[in-house]
């Protein structure tokens, strides 16, 4: 079990049998007014402010990262209220634990299980009070549309509704029952009488909140399925967007860091004084592992900090180059340690018993990965007057309020953490990845009261990085006669972050799955689909492998093991058929194809490419189809599932970080070099009509890019790809393809 579903798991409990009744209590009701109600602002079901202007403003638990849910998840209120489109607007709710993402609590643990209508009102409660204990905010997993969107913003929407009718009802004196709602209007057919939601709003929210408010049907729905145009977006084209670095604050100070070349490092000791006699230069700062320059603009502190020379440890390094990396990998793979995830049938008898023939093993691996966003990662603190503020994009606002609790030492009403936009993220900005805040506290307090933004250059960003781990799985599989598998063994090392992804979609008799925890000193934490991103390379790698040593079709073969009329089977058919699986290349060209499962998507892609005269290849076209069971704002849909592609066959190209006397090599861009625009191939999404539950779409059109463009390199040229990056598997580099 996944350590915050077991806590929010603990929470539920606890809080069903001592404190959920606190979950709608009068001081968190009157908080949460507090924070984010103006003067003719009202709050209704704690998460939709209404204006006497009708202005209607949806609070948003997540972080803007480009993905498109501010707009989405105002969608899916204002579909359910009933509202004008042209009065909603939405922002970040505030990081306090009145705007404890409950709705996010509640789908990790049901995932979608329909709790009995009697139990409504205490599910929610418990799960009020287990989002504030464990400080739930989090932006990951693609589940602001399928949790928050769908277990909360539909829901309180539809209960504003509910009792801004209750609220004409009364002053009208009829039943509720028989009044209208349209575009933010509340209309009594019988005598014509209407009023306006701003005009409701007061009494209204003076109302109880429904427990189990009537959810439209989607044959209803007239705003949810189109495409307005979102939020964000003229102010991202005009440049007027604020992004956290483009923040600036009365008498602001600006820092630049420099820590342990290798993670874990400390520092042993530095002479401050060059950078102290540049202009400009407040103070300098050592730090644990760290040392930092103070300066009136960011440049100045980085020249500053040029002139430093630093001695720091190298405590705890456990590896130092590539070689021992992998070395450390197969003693891993190769030991008795290991926890047994999936056990189906008795593949430990099948194998003795299967001809050496029609077995076989391959073993896989797969690099660190740095999250390589646009924005430098950036935060800006403040210590004044006994209060600790902080401004920065990070993808969880409880769970970083609770770490500068943790490392300032104040009270929680002396902390107070502003959410910004962040230029991407991917994972980066995620306690406990964010370890630049423990660099930020102790320099914040050191020029309090001034404010400080901390910047790091791309250089202590790209080798100081929270990167996806550097893994390896070891696959076998025993075929019968007609080169179908009848067993299928895996033992694969698991980084800090688990999740579902080991599972297999296929219909094989017999399977055991073995995961064996792996770490370094090397940091490391979650990347744009966590653990699906290196499982689904293992496993559509292996099943291709497979399909051609049965001398059968790959997609043929992988049809034989889904059940017919799945929604596996149902994507992967449809991304061959656009995709014109089977009909002829140019030579030295290739199709390869995977299927993938992650967050609730299915997802099949089709990967076309050829070999260039230098030998590398050439994506040509991708073709993918996506099961998601609803979409929202189809245009953003769109984009996150092509986003997902692009970055997933970006890293599968060329993307790794390595090591050389136990720290990371690469510096900037020019040593981690990503898929630029000329090199993006044509991407065709078809997106299935489905009743399935509703699933993410920040995340799946990552896991299917890799596996599908290896394949796509083995029909072209006969030479399997088992190591990621794909450049230096062709090339020879780090060992055997």
Request: net charge negative; glycine share 10%.
């Amino acid at each position: 079990m996944r350590r915050r579903s077991f806590l929010i798991g603990s929470a539920v409990i606890a809080g069903g049998l001592a404190v959920g009744y606190r979950a709608w209590s009068q001081s968190f009701e009157r908080n949460a007014v507090d924070l984010v109600a103006g003067e003719g602002e009202h709050l209704l079901a704690g998460w939709i402010r209404i204006g006497t202007d009708d202005t209607v403003t949806v609070q948003i638990p997540h972080v803007d990262m480009g993905q498109g849910i501010y707009t989405a998840l105002a969608m899916m209120a204002a579909e359910e209220l009933d509202a004008d489109w042209s009065t909603v607007r939405a922002e970040r709710a505030p990081g306090e634990k009145a705007f404890a993402n409950r709705f996010l609590a509640r789908g990790w643990v049901t995932q979608g299980f329909d709790v009995p209508r009697f139990a409504d009102r205490i599910t929610d409660m418990v799960f009020t009070e287990a989002a504030r204990f464990v400080n739930l905010q989090i932006t990951g997993g693609s589940t602001a549309v399928r949790f928050t969107g769908q277990a909360g913003m539909r829901v309180v929407a539809a209960a504003s509704r509910q009792m801004l009718v209750e609220a004409a009802a009364r002053r009208w004196g009829v039943a509720p029952r028989q009044l209208t709602v349209r575009d933010g209007v509340v209309t009594d057919p019988s005598s014509g009488q209407t009023a306006r939601f701003g005009t409701l709003a007061e009494e209204a929210a003076r109302l109880s909140v429904p427990s189990n408010p009537r959810l439209k049907k989607r044959s209803e729905w007239r705003l949810v399925g189109t495409s307005p145009l979102r939020f964000d977006i003229p102010a991202k084209t005009d440049g007027t967007f604020g992004y956290g670095i483009d923040l600036q604050l009365p008498d602001m100070l600006h820092a630049a860091v420099r820590a342990a070349p290798v993670h874990g490092g400390r520092l042993l000791g530095v002479d401050t004084e060059p950078a102290k006699a540049l202009p400009g230069v407040e103070r300098v700062v050592p730090l644990e592992r760290a040392v930092a320059v103070v300066a009136a603009s960011w440049w100045q502190a980085s020249r500053a900090l040029d002139l430093l020379e630093p001695e720091f440890s190298a405590d705890g390094i456990t590896i130092s180059t590539q070689a021992d990396l992998e070395r450390a990998q197969d003693e891993a793979l190769e030991s008795t340690e290991g926890e047994t995830v999936v056990t189906l049938g008795n593949a430990s008898e099948a194998f003795p018993s299967a001809d050496a023939s029609r077995r076989f093993d391959a073993t896989y691996r797969v690099p660190y990965l740095h999250h390589a966003a646009m924005e430098p990662i950036n935060a800006t603190m403040q210590f004044a007057d006994g209060v600790l503020t902080f401004w920065g994009g990070e993808q969880d606002a409880l769970g970083t309020k609770a770490r500068l609790l943790e490392l300032s030492g104040l009270a929680a009403s002396k902390v107070v953490v502003h959410g910004l936009p962040a230029g991407g993220s991917f994972g980066r900005r995620i306690a406990p990845s964010a370890d630049y805040l423990d660099h930020l506290v102790p320099i914040a307090r050191a020029m309090a009261p001034r404010p400080v933004k901390l910047i790091l250059s791309r250089e202590e960003e790209f080798t100081h990085g929270a990167y996806r781990p550097a893994l390896a799985a070891q696959m076998t599989a025993a075929l019968d006669a007609d080169g179908m598998p009848t067993a299928w063994m895996q033992r694969y090392l698991n980084g800090p972050t688990r999740n579902e992804a080991f599972h297999i979609p296929y219909s094989i008799p017999s399977q055991e799955i073995a995961s064996i925890d792996f770490a370094t000193h090397v940091q490391t934490g979650t990347w744009r689909s966590v653990a699906h991103t290196q499982h689904a390379f293992w496993t559509e790698s292996f099943i291709d492998e497979l399909a051609h040593a049965s001398g059968r079709d790959p997609l043929d073969y992988r049809r034989m093991l889904l059940p017919e009329g799945s929604r596996a089977r149902r994507v992967l058919e449809i991304a061959a058929e656009r995709a014109g699986w089977g009909e002829a290349l140019p030579p030295g060209s290739g199709r390869g194809i995977a299927l993938a499962e992650s967050y609730g998507t299915w997802v099949a892609e089709v990967v076309e490419v050829s070999l260039g005269e230098d030998s590398m290849p050439r994506i040509h076209r991708v073709v993918a189809a996506v099961d998601c069971g609803g979409l929202v704002h189809p245009d953003t849909a769109l984009q996150q599932v092509e986003g997902g592609i692009i970055m997933g066959l970006s890293a599968a190209l060329r993307e790794k970080i390595t090591l050389e006397d136990g720290a990371v090599a690469q510096t900037n861009f020019p040593d981690y070099p990503v898929l630029r625009l000329p090199e993006t191939p044509k991407i065709e999404v078809h997106f299935l009509e489905s009743d399935g539950p509703w699933g993410g779409l920040g995340e799946p059109g990552v896991p299917p890019a890799a596996p599908a463009l290896a394949n796509a390199l083995f029909a072209a040229t006969g030479r399997r790809i088992r190591r990621l990056p794909i450049i230096d598997a062709l090339s020879g580099e780090g060992g055997r393809a």
